[in-house]
Structures are given as C-alpha cells and as structure tokens.
C-alpha cells in the first residue's frame, strides 16, 4: 500500500503581501501527477491545511478542487487539523466525505480517528490526531471525571505538549502486531525550524519521539524543513512551497511511503519544481542591474535582493522591481548596517543580566529552557563567583 505524505499547504497565505495562492493552485497540480505517476492509495496531510483559522473562500475553493480530484481518481485522504487550521472548521462534513474516501480529523474529544484498510499484507490502521494542546487534553479528562467520579476527584493532568501527546497516543487503540500509520501536527523535540513557522515560546511545544514508538511511519506536520527525528520513519515532510527565505536552499519534495509487510516501510521522495523559486540575491546595484547578471536567471523568481553599496539607492525597490518584478525584500550591507548591528547587539547584551544571558545560551543548546531548580542553581553559582 502506498502514501503521498504531505502537510503545511497554508492555502491563502501571502508573504510580504504577495498573495500565494497561483503557486499553491500549480503545486497541487504537480502533487496530482505524483499521486497518479505513482500509483498511490492515499494522500496524507499532516495539518496546516490553511494559513488562517478562517481562511479566505478562494483558498476554501483550491482545497475542495483538490480534494474532488484526488476522490475523482479514487485516491484516498487522509487529513488532520494543525495549529493553523479552525478544527472544527476542518472537520464539517467529515462524515459525508468519508463516504467518498475523504477522512478528516475531528475535534479532538479524547479519541483520534482510526481508519482501516486492508491490502495483501493484511491489515493497516492510519491514526488521525489534529493538534492539540495540553489545555485540550486537561479539558477531556476533566469532562470524564466529573460525569464518572464527580467534581471531587484528584487526578494527574497534563501541563506539557509532551504529556498531552503521550496521553491521546495512550488512549489510541493500537495493535502492535498490525501496521499502525500515525498522522500527526506537532514539534518533535530535536527538528530544525525556519523562520515562516510559528514558534512557542521556550520551546514549550516539545514532544518526545518516544511518544511515537508504537507506530511503523509517523507522518509529521508543522515543521517547514522535510526531515527525520529520531528514526527514519518518524518524518516530517516539510511544506511543499518556500514561504522564507531561510528555506531558500531547500529542496521541496513529497515523502513516498511504501507499506508492505510489518516492520517494512519503504521510503522515496518526489521533488517539486515552484512556479516560482525563492531566491536571495547580493551585489552593488549595478551588478544586480546589469544585464549579463540576470539574462541566464528567471527575473519573476520571488527575491531577497542585499545591496552592497554604501549609499543607499533612491527609490531601489521600485527601480529594482523594474528588471525583478516579485521582489519581496531589499536590504543594504554595508559599513553603516554593520555597524548599527554591532550597537543594536551590544546593547541588547548590556542590558540582560548575567542569569538572563546564560538561560538564552542554555535555551539555544538545548531547545527547551531551564527547570525551576536549574535557574535557582546557576543564580546561587552566580551569587558565590560575585
């Protein structure tokens, strides 16, 4: 049985107010011929569907085209809500759609969606958890408390993603001797981040990979860069179009997932060529103007452009967006910048206090911030060298 694992579409998103949606309508095009090409049973998407709870009609309208396409062909969809995404938004009509092999996520009530299929190796389950947070899961607990118990009883409640996770995955019903497939919109504590995702504070959205052991694939959402965590087969498939420029030297691809008998998942991805690429550029202004620079390159690629000179250009970005009509940023490197960095930095050090700097170093060495106990230990340690 085969998978086209993709998530993070952000249908309506625009960046730098250039609207998204003409490339998002070809790259789904270009995941219909992959799906076809390869024979697959069944489109995952790990979340993010849209880029806003309440998305604009037109990006409603790009997702149902795709979806009405992929039922048309008989491929089948499997769907979960991310952080983006209204979940009951998402979840209207599953029921209707799931007569037509579209199977979506519901709002979360204590159990995730379990879907059967069945091919020559037997029985497969996908696995279907929407985002969640902590306060989600407290709140399904507590609900089931007080009708089974009252509004008296004390329990264990999850504070942590981690926790919040590991609970709804407890709660699954799993069979370890079938193939289990996970569909799922979290961070996985150890996955490298890009600058279009939204990030929790202190890395408090961090959730183990153990979490998932359970599961022969885990297909990932909410992280923008295509990796593995921990294992091969816990994957995140990335977002199919760049939206920073921090992922400008990304491949964008979509994850083939090959199930054949337990414990045998084979891997393979399908890269996807934009409408438009997403550049950075750099050079005197001359140089990026003259036409022995550009001539070679496509102009309508989507640009961060840095020029070099000292003085700024009067009117650059209108002048430049001339020969570059998608420019999207203009950014000067030159003494002047460097030198506003170095006070802006060196300003913002000064201000922080010694224990302020040293839970950032150990933020940024760990992904995840101090323990209480940990912050009193470095302040006493502090307290004895002064």
Not at 93 to 121: F, H, N
Not at 146 to 163: C, F, I, Q, V, W
Not at 288 to 302: F, G, H, I, L, P
């Amino acid at each position: 049985m085969k998978f086209l694992h993709i998530s993070d579409l952000h249908l309506g998103k625009r960046i730098n107010e250039f609207s998204m949606l003409d490339d998002q309508i070809y790259i789904l095009n270009q995941i219909l011929e992959i799906a076809q090409e390869k024979q697959v049973d069944g489109v995952i998407i790990a979340g993010d569907i849209y880029d806003k709870p309440v998305p604009p009609a037109e990006a409603v309208k790009v997702f149902d085209q795709f979806l009405t396409r992929l039922a048309d062909r008989q491929v089948k969809v499997f769907a979960v809500s991310g952080n983006h995404d209204s979940p009951e938004r998402i979840a209207f009509g599953a029921q209707l759609m799931s007569g037509r092999g579209v199977y979506v996520s519901p709002v979360y009530d204590g159990a995730a969606a379990k879907i059967a299929l069945t091919d020559e190796y037997g029985e497969l389950y996908l696995h279907l958890l929407p985002f969640i947070k902590p306060a989600v899961v407290r709140h399904v607990l507590e609900k089931e408390a007080r009708k089974e118990h009252g509004a008296n009883r004390e329990m264990a409640l999850p504070e942590s993603y981690h926790d919040a996770v590991k609970t709804a995955v407890a709660r699954m019903e799993i069979d370890p001797q079938k193939r289990n497939l996970l569909v799922a919109h979290q961070f996985v504590t150890g996955a490298g981040r890009c600058d279009s995702e939204e990030v929790a504070v202190g890395g408090l959205d961090n959730v183990d990979a153990e979490v998932f052991d359970a599961f022969d694939y885990v297909a990932l959402g909410h992280i923008h860069s295509p990796q593995a965590v921990k294992r091969e087969t816990v994957r995140y498939c990335g977002t199919p179009l760049k939206y920073s420029f921090s992922e400008a030297d990304q491949v964008k691809a979509v994850v083939v997932i090959e199930c054949r008998e337990k414990g045998q998942v084979m891997l393979d991805t399908v890269p996807l060529v934009p409408l438009h690429d997403m550049r950075k550029i750099r050079g005197t202004y001359l140089e990026v103007t003259a036409r022995s620079y550009y001539q070679n390159s496509s102009t309508e690629d989507y640009l961060q452009i840095t020029l070099t000179d000292e003085e700024d250009v009067p009117d650059g970005l209108a002048k430049l967006r001339v020969i570059y009509p998608n420019l999207m940023q203009l950014a000067y490197d030159n003494s002047r910048t460097k030198q506003n960095q170095a006070v802006e930095m060196t300003e913002g050090v000064q201000q922080k206090s010694e224990l302020e700097l040293f839970a950032e170093f150990y933020e940024l060495q760990n992904n995840q911030p101090m323990s209480r106990e940990q912050t009193e230990f470095v302040r006493t340690l502090l307290e004895e060298l002064r």
